[in-house]
């Protein structure tokens, strides 16, 4: 008997550890740790909806990808978030008949002001458990790039490098929830 209440607890402790998450919030940096601003990512019956708002990166067009690993902002041009999140084995490009990766998302048009205010829809992905989920085990990236996606080039649309990173992991939303709850005032009883 002591053994069932020893697995049922590991269980129940197990399952506490990351709740099922279907909002993410994540803080979208460059090489020097700078933030541009925050994309939400929220799970909706197409996908995941992306509501993003970015400011002081370069006007123009800038492809955007889900990269297969979490990404680190101390290092140059962000190579530790891999390749493109392609759990499917497909092709490159949204343009491309044998695609398109699930990494693969819309070019992000950036104002002369340098200001990026869209919501974007990623039908490919997930929030939730599955073969296309973002919350992998080895973590998964948001990566924006100098140039936009052709949508065809292999592998990677011919977007330049990375100019920055955002890193989508269960346990960076589960501290955040954490520390913003430490930093709200308690209730004040008057006495």
Same mark, same amino acid.
């Given at each position: 008997?002591?053994?069932?209440? %020893?697995?049922?607890?590991?269980?129940?402790?197990?399952?506490? #550890? *990351?709740?099922?998450?279907?909002?993410?919030?994540?803080? &979208? &940096?460059?090489?020097?740790?700078?933030? *541009?601003?925050?994309?939400?990512?929220?799970?909706?019956?197409?996908? =995941?909806?992306?509501?993003?708002?970015?400011?002081?990166?370069?006007?123009?067009?800038?492809?955007?990808?889900?990269?297969?690993? /979490?990404?680190?902002?101390?290092?140059? *041009?962000?190579?530790? %978030?891999?390749?493109? *999140?392609?759990?499917?084995?497909?092709?490159?490009?949204? +343009?491309? @008949?044998?695609?398109?990766?699930?990494?693969?998302?819309?070019?992000?048009?950036?104002?002369?002001?340098?200001? %990026? $205010? =869209?919501?974007? +829809?990623? @039908? $490919?992905?997930?929030? $939730? !458990?599955?073969?296309?989920?973002?919350?992998?085990?080895?973590?998964? $990236?948001?990566?924006?790039?100098?140039?936009?996606?052709?949508?065809?080039?292999?592998?990677?649309?011919?977007?330049?490098? /990375?100019? %920055?990173?955002? #890193?989508?992991?269960?346990?960076?939303?589960? &501290?955040?929830?954490?520390?913003?709850?430490?930093? !709200?005032? @308690?209730?004040?009883?008057?006495?």
């Amino acid at each position: 008997m002591k053994k069932w209440i %020893a697995i049922f607890s590991l269980f129940f402790i197990t399952g506490c #550890v *990351y709740p099922d998450v279907k909002k993410i919030e994540i803080d &979208m &940096m460059n090489s020097d740790q700078d933030s *541009y601003g925050t994309v939400l990512l929220q799970e909706v019956a197409e996908g =995941v909806n992306m509501t993003i708002d970015l400011e002081g990166l370069p006007p123009g067009e800038h492809a955007m990808h889900f990269h297969g690993k /979490r990404g680190s902002v101390s290092h140059q *041009y962000f190579t530790s %978030a891999g390749d493109h *999140y392609n759990p499917e084995d497909k092709q490159h490009g949204l +343009l491309n @008949p044998e695609g398109a990766h699930a990494g693969d998302l819309p070019n992000l048009v950036v104002g002369e002001d340098g200001v %990026a $205010s =869209v919501e974007i +829809l990623a @039908p $490919s992905v997930t929030l $939730s !458990e599955g073969t296309t989920t973002l919350f992998t085990k080895q973590g998964t $990236s948001l990566i924006i790039h100098e140039a936009g996606d052709d949508g065809m080039s292999q592998p990677a649309g011919d977007a330049g490098v /990375r100019i %920055a990173c955002g #890193v989508i992991s269960k346990e960076n939303q589960t &501290m955040k929830e954490v520390t913003e709850n430490e930093t !709200e005032a @308690p209730d004040q009883k008057e006495e």
